[in-house]
């Protein structure tokens, strides 16, 4: 029996959340979320009154809410009223020894929450087991098809749960939000994100470009490349699809202006300024000039997110301020995001929702349980290069460890070197430069990583034809955060 939404593809830690923020939309503010603490059996929980489990009858509290994650519980052929019947068996045997410990106070209503599908004898079955420990207590059961419903009624939670989108057919629940003209204008945004969708982490990032947007109506998303600055932009992008905005792809300004203000809600995404795999500054400079231009155009239901590099815009500010128009406009800081600070978490669900989109066999998962800590503290990690060690490289690993061929060492050093060699698109980004880029380069591996601004313009001058020579500042500054990182000295 499968659920609507896929709720196995969450894993224990998400469906927690999941189900803490559905309650709360469900209930009201009065629940608390509890969990990943000393939480003593406790996963939301209420001390006041509560429409619940009726809409129509308010019950008085207190109310716990406790969720139990099954693994594969809606796979084919999968036996999950077991695990969830010895689950509750454990439960209970662990909340009589809170008792004595004075860490639990039996309360009026228990709840179970859980991904897997509950029929109606295995309701009774639970309750009764329950109620012969607790016999005061009102015991309720959840079961994946009643999270389903709980979730269909509070659509909003795809904002900070964005994963939802991927665990419904995509096509099936746009079609039933959504208008066949949003649909057509909207079809690059949704092909952008359909790959990113079974994989995608809501960052602190994504949530700072939300409220960005709902402020401002224009956010800047910066960093190095392969950090996830496309993804969150499309992952809003299709959000408000679902919640029926259009999402229009944007190379140049001339396809914001293409679209007159109107009743209709649209959001516009610049992804990159400089084109993708094109490494072009020229496109940066049509965006810089036209820029006052473009956030005329901005509002409450128009919407701008840029992934691009900070000097494109600090440049526009400067551009608009000579020309007086940027008065009204917020100082960049205001709607710069950088994506590159993935926090330890972060970093854990990306490397988990890209193993658990492989399905990897049972060698490559036990590979990434036991590298999981190297993968995450290495400096090289980026979301692209898990995504492709994952789905290129281990697959290799792991069939040399079944031929006994791997040591623990070795697989370290397989892993560091999987995601350390940049990916294909950041070849291409190279080979697209001009002349000039590649010079100045090339004279930074000559002078070094740690090289000087000094030096290095030094060495650029010396190796780069003057026919072909850009103004070295210009380079410097169009090539940051992609493939140099300047630092300023305090000495």
């Not at 659920?3 to 959340?17: A, K, P, S, V």
């Not at 009065?30 to 939301?44: I, K, L, P």
């Not at 619940?52 to 716990?64: A, K, L």
Request: glycine share 4%; net charge neutral.
């Amino acid at each position: 029996m499968t659920t609507r939404y896929h709720l196995d593809d969450l894993g224990w830690y998400r469906l927690e959340q999941l189900v803490q923020a559905a309650l709360k939309a469900e209930l009201g503010i009065g629940v608390e979320s509890w969990g990943e603490r000393r939480d003593h059996g406790r996963d939301a929980y209420c001390e006041k009154s509560l429409r619940f489990p009726s809409r129509h009858i308010v019950q008085d509290g207190p109310f716990i809410f406790q969720v139990k994650f099954v693994e594969n519980a809606n796979a084919s052929g999968a036996r999950s009223e077991e695990t969830i019947f010895r689950a509750v068996e454990a439960e209970c045997t662990r909340i009589l020894e809170r008792q004595e410990e004075g860490h639990w106070k039996e309360p009026t209503h228990y709840t179970l929450l859980t991904n897997a599908p509950l029929s109606a004898s295995l309701r009774d079955k639970i309750r009764n087991v329950f109620r012969e420990s607790f016999p005061s207590t009102n015991f309720h059961s959840l079961g994946g098809n009643d999270v389903c419903d709980i979730l269909d009624e509070h659509p909003n939670l795809r904002r900070a749960f964005p994963e939802l989108l991927s665990l419904r057919d995509l096509d099936e629940l746009l079609s039933e939000v959504v208008d066949r003209e949003s649909l057509e204008r909207s079809k690059s945004a949704i092909e952008a994100a359909r790959d990113i969708l079974p994989v995608f982490v809501p960052t602190e990032a994504y949530s700072k470009a939300w409220s960005i947007l709902h402020k401002h109506h224009f956010v800047v998303l910066e960093g190095p490349p392969e950090m996830g600055k496309s993804s969150i932009a499309w992952m809003v992008a299709l959000t408000q699809i679902t919640n029926g905005w259009q999402a229009i792809a944007c190379d140049t300004p001339e396809d914001v202006f293409r679209y007159p203000k109107s009743s209709i809600h649209r959001v516009f995404i610049a992804d990159d300024a400089f084109g993708r795999t094109e490494y072009d500054p020229a496109r940066g400079s049509k965006w810089e000039t036209q820029l006052d231009r473009v956030l005329q155009r901005l509002d409450a239901k128009n919407w701008l997110i840029w992934t691009s590099r900070k000097h494109i815009l600090e440049r526009a500010c400067r551009h608009m301020d000579l020309q007086g128009k940027a008065s009204s406009f917020p100082k960049p800081g205001a709607v710069l995001v950088k994506a590159d600070n993935l926090t330890k978490r972060e970093k854990s669900l990306i490397l988990y929702r890209h193993a658990k989109a492989a399905g990897l066999e049972d060698t490559a998962k036990e590979i990434i349980k036991k590298h999981a800590r190297h993968l995450i503290q290495t400096q090289h990690f980026t979301p692209e290069r898990i995504r492709r060690l994952v789905k290129e490289r281990l697959p290799a690993i792991a069939g040399e460890l079944k031929n006994g061929k791997c040591s623990d060492s070795q697989i370290n050093s397989e892993l560091t070197d999987a995601i350390r060699n940049p990916t294909d698109r950041m070849r291409k980004a190279f080979k697209a430069l001009d002349p000039a880029y590649k010079w100045l380069l090339i004279s930074l591996l000559e002078t070094g990583r740690l090289s000087t601004t000094d030096d290095l313009k030094s060495a650029y001058e010396l190796h780069c034809p003057k026919s072909i020579r850009k103004p070295f500042e210009e380079l410097v500054t169009d090539l940051s955060e992609a493939f140099v990182k300047v630092h300023h000295s305090q000495w």
